[in-house]
């Protein structure tokens, strides 16, 4: 294995599992602080796919200031109190299979898929990304709304 590949599963399965906290923690605080590492770790995999632009607008706008701004709002808007309402609804069970159909028929959808083992062609490099992607911004015939 390569340190790329070794680095991606670390940022996967740490995007994944925070994700995965993100949802399950009861404390709001800590929802928010997991998102950031979430967040984090999809800025690792820009960084990997060599999207730095994304990975810096990743860093700067949702961890800098979208979560940011959620920790305060939730700080200052809401009491810190322990809830009394049950973690899971009657619905849990529903969800937790659906969820797992679902996993299970993309999982199927992706195997049987007959580009799966072939390797990707290497792409050509571009001297400057970001200004090719100002330039398609900007011009007539790229993706600017008038």
Not at 8 to 37: D, E, Q, Y
Not at 79 to 95: D, G, H, I, L, Q
Request: charged fraction near 10%; proline fraction near 5%; hydrophobic fraction near 65%.
């Amino acid at each position: 294995m390569t340190p790329v590949q070794i680095i991606f599963i670390v940022a996967a399965a740490l995007t994944l599992g925070s994700a995965l906290m993100v949802v399950t923690t009861r404390n709001l605080i800590h929802s928010a602080l997991w998102l950031v590492v979430a967040l984090f770790g999809v800025a690792v995999l820009y960084v990997l796919l060599e999207a730095g632009f994304l990975a810096i607008v990743q860093v700067v706008i949702y961890i800098g200031a979208i979560a940011i701004l959620m920790i305060f709002a939730i700080m200052l808007t809401r009491k810190m109190v322990n809830e009394t309402t049950p973690r899971f609804n009657a619905n849990w069970s529903w969800a937790l299979l659906m969820g797992l159909v679902m996993f299970a028929g993309l999982a199927f959808i992706l195997v049987s898929w007959p580009g799966i083992n072939t390797p990707l062609a290497e792409l050509p490099r571009t001297a400057d990304p970001l200004r090719e992607l100002g330039v398609a911004l900007v011009s007539p015939d790229g993706c600017v709304l008038p």
